[in-house]
């Protein structure tokens, strides 16, 4: 009985222990088909890494590939580049094409249509000239030195130039006069005169101080680059001290005899702005520009005299005598300047009472 009885108590321990070996075979043999499976299957889990891992591979061979190229053109900074580098090559892309605007050059200007009767007002502005002579036409730059050689000649005209800036011309004409006069119209003797002697010669002509201090700085210039002569050149001539555009242009013409632009005082300036002959400019140097646009050349040179003269008689800066102008039916300025009526003020006295 007692044997009966261990057997029944030792039995469902044996069953429990039959049962999990049983369930762990079970899961063994699911876990090699799973094994087996996933390698048969194309869709597994490990190729889809294979995948990811191929695709991430490629990356740094692309990053290579910029690198080379940045560093190419990093080597083409260093040195000049080709001209082949700025041939013109077709886009390798099939773009739209669009109807541009044309690129208009900088340097080609456009066409600009001149003032309408702007010949009728030069050769009437000629008829009043001819009547009434101007203190330019005697006293003027261009007739600084006639009786000189023509290097002489030509350092007395551009002293003269140097001068005539914010002077009258008598004023300069009478400071020519005493130069020539006491011998110091020529680069050597005024490299050697004291800069005091020359003021007192040039005096009063306007900024007469800084005046004398040009004049000694281009004698020397003239002496040691020029031979005693003077640059023929415009740039030459603009790289002088105190010398600027419009007498840089009326040396060219008058002493080398090379037209190279519109000498433009303040009466031409003025007169040119009054006429609407250019679009209101501001300053001498924009008017030379404007005015050379549609200017004609022949007409570049005699233009400084005549309306040089014609500012001096007429055509003044305060109170033009727009009354005595033939050309004021064509001038959009006329009468526009005219002074002023005086108002006379009677006093009344109180009458004492």
């Known amino acids: ?29 699911s876990i090699k088909a799973e094994m087996t499976s996933s390698e048969q299957n194309p869709n597994s889990e490990s190729d889809i890494r294979v995948f990811v891992r191929r695709k991430r591979s ?24 080709d001209i082949e580098e700025f041939a013109y090559k077709k886009p390798e892309i099939n773009l739209p094409q669009r109807k541009s605007k044309p690129i208009l050059n900088n340097n080609s200007k456009t066409e600009v249509k001149s003032p309408s009767n702007w ?7 000629r008829e009043m ?49 005493r130069l020539l006069d006491n011998n110091l119209l020529k680069p050597e003797m005024i490299d050697n005169a004291d800069e005091s002697t020359i003021k007192d010669l040039i005096y009063p002509v306007g900024f007469y101080t800084r005046k004398a201090t040009n004049m000694k700085k281009i004698a020397k210039i003239s002496l040691l680059n020029y031979d005693g002569d003077i640059p023929s050149t415009l740039e030459g001539l603009l790289s002088l001290p105190g010398i600027g555009p419009k007498m840089a242009h009326l040396v ?27 679009p209101q400019t501001k300053t001498p140097e ?45 001038c959009p300025s006329a009468f526009r300047e005219a002074t002023p009526k005086k108002v006379s003020r009677v006093k009344t006295k109180r009458s004492e009472s």
């Open 252 to 278: 060219m013409n008058v002493a080398w005899n090379n037209v190279q632009g519109i000498c433009v005082d303040t009466h031409v300036h003025r007169i040119c702005n009054r006429l609407g002959w250019v």
């Open 129 to 177: 000239r001819s009547l009434e002579d101007a203190p330019v036409d005697s006293m003027g730059c261009e007739k600084a030195g006639n009786s000189l050689p023509p290097k002489e000649r030509r350092f007395a005209v551009l002293v003269s130039s140097l001068l005539s800036s914010q002077t009258k011309d008598n004023v300069t004409h009478g400071a020519i006069q």
């Open 119 to 125: 010949v009728k007002v030069l050769e009437g502005i």
């Open 1 to 29: 009985m007692l044997i009966q009885l261990r057997n029944y108590t030792l039995l469902p321990l044996a069953l429990s222990q039959t049962k999990f070996t049983n369930r762990m075979h079970t899961r063994a043999t």
């Open 286 to 330: 924009d008017t030379r520009e404007a005015l050379q646009i549609w200017l004609p050349k022949e007409e570049w040179v005699p233009i400084n005299p005549l309306l040089v003269g014609f500012g001096q008689t007429i055509c003044t800066p305060l109170r033009p005598s727009c009354s005595l102008c033939s050309v004021n039916g064509l």
């Open 58 to 81: 490629r990356k740094p061979q692309i990053i290579t590939e910029d690198i080379v190229k940045v560093e190419s053109q990093d080597q083409k900074l260093g040195s000049l580049p």
